[in-house]
Nanobody
C-alpha cells in the first residue's frame, strides 16, 4: 500500500503562483507514475499533470506553459509548480500514484487551491 500526503494549497490572487508537494511512503517500489488531478465544485475530477519515474511528463492542455511537474525519486515526492494562476484553476487538487499512465492505484486526501479574481 502507498500513502500520499499533499501540501501547499491555499488562496492566491489571479496571476499568482503556488507550489504543491506530494510525498509518497509505503510500497513505493510499485510506483511508476505520479501526478495530479483536480476537481472543481460540481465538476468531474480531471487530469492536470503526470510524470513517470524516468521523467516523462503529460499535461492537460489548459495548464501547458503555466504549470510544471517535477519529481524527486530519492525523496519520493512529486511537485506541481503553478504559475499565472486563473480563477478556473480553483479546485481540490489530488495527488495520485500508479504503475502506468492508465493505472491510478492510490490517491491523496486532496488540497484546496482557490484563485481569486
Amino acid at each position: 500500500q502507498v500513502q500520499l500526503v499533499e501540501s501547499g494549497g491555499g488562496l492566491v490572487q489571479a496571476g499568482g503562483s503556488l507550489r504543491l508537494s506530494c510525498a509518497a511512503s509505503g510500497s513505493i517500489f510499485s510506483i511508476n507514475v505520479m501526478g495530479w488531478y483536480r476537481q472543481a465544485p460540481g465538476k468531474q475530477r480531471d487530469m492536470v499533470a503526470g510524470i513517470t519515474r524516468g521523467g516523462s511528463t503529460n499535461y492537460a492542455d489548459s495548464v501547458k506553459g503555466r504549470f510544471t511537474i517535477s519529481r524527486d525519486n530519492v525523496k519520493n515526492t512529486v511537485y506541481l509548480q503553478m504559475n499565472s494562476l486563473k480563477p478556473e484553476d480553483t479546485g481540490v487538487y489530488y495527488c495520485y500514484s500508479g504503475s502506468s499512465w492508465n493505472s491510478m492505484n492510490n490517491w491523496g486526501q486532496g488540497t484546496q487551491v482557490t484563485v481569486s479574481s
